[in-house]
């Protein structure tokens, strides 16, 4: 967010101008080393198995990971802001089962979809209303909206329910495939929301308020900013992204599942701190929260190739969580130097 | 009597009085206390025992929140716990002796301890914000404990290790003895000597305690592994409660709950003042509430709609903005132009 800059010294070595363009975009250097890390495990992934960079396999980790794409976005603009949101793996759950118990009881699937984005909107709504009317912390607020959309789900059902819906089901089982790549619905939704969250970070008003509120509450309310419209819409987002996760994850396990999700917020979080979003806001990049669920689905992918116990992949999403911190930490100590 | 209402533990107080009274006029059978091959039963006693585990945690949350801190990884650090324990008792040849479960309890609080001492490390010696400091213990911790116990639920029958949790002594669940022995120990070092006043200046201002010649590192360190400590001593007695160390369900939202019971006992979470009182307050509320929802016939999984309702109602109860309109109301007198909400969010950093 430098909008100052000097005059570009046409002449120097390679490396001098690679020291200028880290100083200036010091911000991208943890998505840089995501996806740094995330080459890397492909190609030692391949090197030790042999068929792991294959069209079947890449397109299965997108396949596997949409829902958490989804979240990551939301989580993304709540982050950005400074905030966080515990509840997104709750909501998924409540929505998902939401949407299956709806179509089980012959509700058309075009109210039974919406129904499913407003349940994820309205928790959303009331954590945002919590945090910035009456002052509670974001953690305690969307702490208190984790346990009422974990208590919804179960009160929707205690049990799961199949889905059989054929929209729902298509979603999930259509292919387009090209060579020995495929792309489901449900990819395609992932993506897409993805490319409109970048769309709206980068290149709308409310993206840059967004941005402004991380870097400093206070100024961007002296700036005349909507401080407070766009703190509650955050909170939204990251609702109605719960929501959309909730169908995801509903179309691709084929039913409603009350204890789908438990401790998914956890992953949603270390996804988009690995993609370089610094935790006290203001800095990161939405496309580096798609690379934070891609090495989270490698990773996860890999264990499971190596037969491993799936134990493994909790214990090295935390330590990689904890690098990523730690190199966070050395970055701002750094911008903070170099501002004083 | 109006100071009595101003007393902060009051309405934590009342409203466990009031949850009492509600269930006792519902069911009378609530309050009554038999006595049984000296052993005291009934509900009452029953809270006193099943709260053990989240008591413990919630004594070292209350230490952590004085520091400004928090500590997510409780929870992983229970399963740990219990997983060390359990893994020890199952692999010795004779799980009745006394000396096998007296060495698998002390080497699973050495773990906790180390564990909470990591938790210490990143946040007062590295400066990692407490709650990203704990999340990557409490993202990591569980798969280690599914490691130790090899991905398997370990069960076993130890009649010593079950006593922790399920034995009576003098009348009372060891359990209860157990919580209240703890709370004891931790009021009396906090509260006799000074560490309890530099603890709250740490919360208060750490930047101004440091200046003042408070040592800050230490005090934020030692909260940490005490909470460490504690959530080792809960995991033992909740894998003691069901003979067995469940990785996944050990501990699960206990952090939560344990934040809950904080800010309940009038603990707020910005750190500073402090009420251990108020946690033991607190956590009974959310025990008696739980067996009144229970009682109610609601299935369990549905239960966290009543606590969000709870931490809804009592954070709003707390918010400042909602003092200002009843002030307002009862001034019949609105002042709130921008100008003012500005000024008083400057106030409120």
Redesign the interface.
């Given at each position: 967010m430098t909008s100052l800059q000097t005059p570009v010294r046409e002449t120097g070595t390679l490396g001098a101008r690679y020291g200028t363009f880290m100083n200036r975009r010091a911000s991208l250097m943890p998505t840089f080393a995501a996806i740094a890390i995330l080459i890397i495990l492909l190609i030692g992934a391949q090197l030790r198995f042999g068929n792991f960079l294959t069209p079947g396999n890449l397109s299965a980790l997108l396949l596997d990971n949409a829902y958490l794409i989804v979240l990551a976005v939301g989580m993304t603009f709540v982050i950005l802001t400074g905030g966080i949101d515990l509840s997104v793996g709750s909501v998924m759950a409540f929505t998902g089962i939401l949407g299956a118990s709806l179509l089980s009881q012959g509700i058309p699937v075009y109210i039974a979809i919406p129904a499913m984005l407003l349940g994820g909107a309205l928790i959303g709504l009331l954590i945002g209303v919590l945090v910035q009317y009456f002052n509670v912390q974001p953690f305690i607020a969307s702490l208190a909206g984790l346990f009422l959309a974990r208590g919804l789900a179960f009160v929707v059902s205690l049990a799961s329910i199949k889905v059989e819906d054929p929209a729902v089901l298509w979603l999930q089982r259509t292919r387009i495939s090209f060579g020995g790549w495929y792309i489901t619905p449900t990819v395609i939704i992932a993506l897409v929301t993805v490319a409109v969250a970048v769309f709206v970070l980068h290149w709308t008003r409310f993206g840059r308020t967004v941005y402004a509120i991380g870097g400093g509450e206070q100024s961007a309310h002296l700036m005349g900013l909507n401080v407070a419209r766009t703190k509650v819409a955050v909170y939204v987002i990251s609702g109605v992204c719960g929501g959309l996760a909730g169908l995801l994850l509903t179309a691709y396990s084929g039913a409603g599942y009350p204890r789908n999700g438990i401790g998914t917020e956890l992953d949603a979080i270390a996804a988009v701190v690995i993609g370089g979003t610094l935790l006290t806001g203001g800095t990161g990049y939405v496309l580096g929260s798609l690379v934070g669920v891609l090495v989270y689905g490698t990773i996860k992918k890999i264990i499971s190739f190596m037969g491993a116990e799936q134990s493994w992949t909790q214990i090295i999403i935390g330590i990689l969580l904890l690098l990523f911190i730690v190199v966070q930490r050395v970055i701002v100590a750094r911008s903070i130097r170099r501002r004083t | 009597m109006k100071k009595l209402a101003r007393h902060r533990l009051f309405w934590p107080i009342v409203a466990l009085l009031t949850l009492i009274v509600v269930n006792t006029i519902v069911r009378p059978s609530f309050i009554s206390i038999t006595v049984k091959d000296g052993q005291l039963y009934g509900v009452l006693i029953d809270i006193l025992r099943t709260s053990a585990p989240l008591m413990l945690v919630a004594l070292g949350m209350t230490i952590v929140i004085a520091t400004r801190g928090?500590d997510l990884s409780v929870g992983a650090i229970m399963a740990v716990s219990g997983a060390v324990a359990l893994t020890i008792i199952d692999a010795s040849g004779d799980p009745e002796s006394i000396a096998t479960v007296f060495v698998a309890v002390i080497a699973a609080l050495c773990v906790s301890l180390v564990l909470g001492a990591w938790n210490g490390f990143?946040v007062s010696v590295?400066?990692?914000?407490p709650?990203?400091?704990t999340?990557?213990?409490?993202?990591?911790?569980?798969?280690?404990a599914?490691?130790i116990t090899?991905?398997f639920i370990t069960t076993v029958n130890s009649a010593p290790y079950s006593f922790i949790a399920t034995g009576y002594l003098l009348f009372l669940p060891v359990a209860f003895l157990i919580w209240v022995a703890a709370t004891a120990v931790v009021s009396l070092i906090e509260r006799r000597t000074a560490l309890g006043v530099l603890t709250e200046a740490v919360g208060i201002n750490p930047e101004a305690s440091r200046l003042a010649g408070v040592r800050a590192r230490g005090i934020i360190f030692g909260a940490y592994v005490t909470s460490g400590l504690l959530a080792g001593i809960a995991g033992v007695l909740y894998s003691s409660n069901i003979r067995a160390a469940d990785?996944n369900a050990s501990g699960?939202f206990i952090e939560?709950y344990a934040?809950?019971a904080v800010?309940l006992g009038g603990t707020s979470?910005m750190g500073g003042k402090f009420t251990i009182a108020g946690t033991v307050v607190g956590v009974l509320i959310i025990q008696t509430l739980d067996k009144t929802i229970l009682f109610l016939g609601v299935?369990p999984?549905?239960?966290?709609?009543?606590?969000?309702?709870v931490?809804?109602v009592v954070?709003?109860m707390q918010?400042?903005?909602?003092h200002r309109w009843i002030r307002g109301a009862a001034s019949s007198r609105s002042r709130r132009d921008s100008d003012t909400t500005?000024t008083k969010?400057?106030a409120?950093?």
């Open positions: - | 928090i990143l590295v400066g990692i914000q709650i990203i400091a999340l990557v213990l409490m993202l990591a911790g569980r798969g280690v599914l490691l090899d991905g990785a699960q939560l934040i809950l800010v979470l299935p999984a549905q239960s966290p709609v009543f606590f969000a309702i931490v809804i954070v709003i918010s400042p903005r909602l500005i969010e400057v409120s950093r």
